[in-house]
């Protein structure tokens, strides 16, 4: 399957609600107000975002001789609009200038997708690349095997601490451990389950501030991992946690679950952080780079 095929099958709840209800607002239609109307409502049940919204509407507005048959070219300008938004947040997480180690710190609630996608990602970095998994999500048996598998899979280096250690002190070893055989990569996963918010970010602070000591801040990236299904829910985590971490970018997961896909938009509108990734499913070969116009044009239901 090539690339775009992914992100339309991906993609395809999304793409499916919106494209037929645009459709059906189009048909047998002049694009009068009632129309504009119904397709704003489209447009922001599918979480886009209001001033994404307002733009979009007034973009189809000026852009005069739409007739009834062309819902496809309305389709198609919907598409092109998003893409001039999404562009700018296309940006590799990994690069040919990358030190070594480079660190990435995976953060984000709990169920975000942190450890999946920390297993898909083993299988997208290049096999010349030498790559230590830290387990820092001490406090689940569960969590700790669930990565270990994915790396056994993929015959990767994994670390581990002991049940219940202090997730800090594992990262400082994996990080002492990464500088003395000269790993190039070091990913390391947290845990998003501890009693509340606060607690949570505290824990994640320590785990940088520790990584630092050892590690200068320019090779530590700080990847922020959302659960696309949490629709508008994904800017207040981007808040709350830029309080406290200084994000690198974002990994936006879980898009083949939810017709809301729309929500990355009001993200990617928001914050000016890279998307470096989007999860389009489950198995390892569903991570995908983020791609502006692969993924607007995905999401409309249309061809590139
Ligand atoms: N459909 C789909 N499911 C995904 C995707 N990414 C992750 N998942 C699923 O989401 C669930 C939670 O993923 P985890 O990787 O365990 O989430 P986590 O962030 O590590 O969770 P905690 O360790 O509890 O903080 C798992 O069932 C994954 O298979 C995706 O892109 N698409
Ligand atoms: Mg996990």
């Not at 520790?210 to 801040?217: D, E, F, M, T, Y």
């Not at 914050?271 to 070969?285: D, Q, T, Y």
Request: aromatic share 6%; with cysteine.
């Amino acid at each position: 399957m090539n690339i775009f095929k992914h992100f339309q099958s991906g993609l395809k709840k999304t793409s499916n609600f919106l494209s037929t209800n645009i459709i059906g607002a189009l048909k047998s239609k002049k694009i009068d107000q009632e129309t504009l109307d119904e397709i704003e409502t489209i447009l922001l049940s599918s979480d886009i975002g209001l001033e994404v919204t307002n733009h979009l509407i007034q973009k189809i507005q000026s852009t005069k001789n739409f007739k009834s048959e062309n819902a496809n070219s309305v389709l198609k300008l919907l598409a092109n609009e998003l893409e001039l938004i999404l562009q700018p947040r296309e940006k590799p997480l990994l690069t040919s200038r990358d030190y070594q180690p480079t660190i990435l710190l995976f953060i984000g609630v709990n169920g975000s997708g942190k450890t999946t996608t920390i297993g898909k990602l083993i299988n997208i970095i290049p096999n010349d690349k030498k790559i230590l998994v830290g387990a820092c999500d001490t406090f689940r048996a569960a969590a700790v095997d669930q990565l270990k598998k994915w790396t056994k899979n993929q015959k990767v280096d994994f670390h581990q601490g002991s049940l219940e250690q202090d997730p800090a002190s594992v990262a400082y070893n994996v990080c002492q451990k990464a500088q003395k055989e000269q790993y190039d990569y070091v990913i390391i996963d947290t845990a998003g389950r501890l009693s509340n918010n606060t607690n949570l970010l505290n824990q994640l602070v320590k785990i940088k501030s520790v990584i630092s000591k050892k590690i200068n801040a320019d090779n530590i990236k700080t990847i922020l991992v959302l659960d696309g299904t949490n629709g508008s829910n994904m800017v207040n985590q981007v808040e709350t946690f830029g309080q406290s971490m200084n994000i690198s970018g974002l990994i936006i997961t879980k898009i083949d679950g939810t017709a809301k896909g729309g929500a990355l938009i009001s993200v990617a509108k928001k914050f000016e952080f890279p998307i470096h990734f989007v999860g389009l499913g489950e198995k390892a070969e569903d991570l995908h780079e983020f791609n502006a116009k692969k993924f607007s044009h995905s999401m409309l239901g249309i061809e590139e």
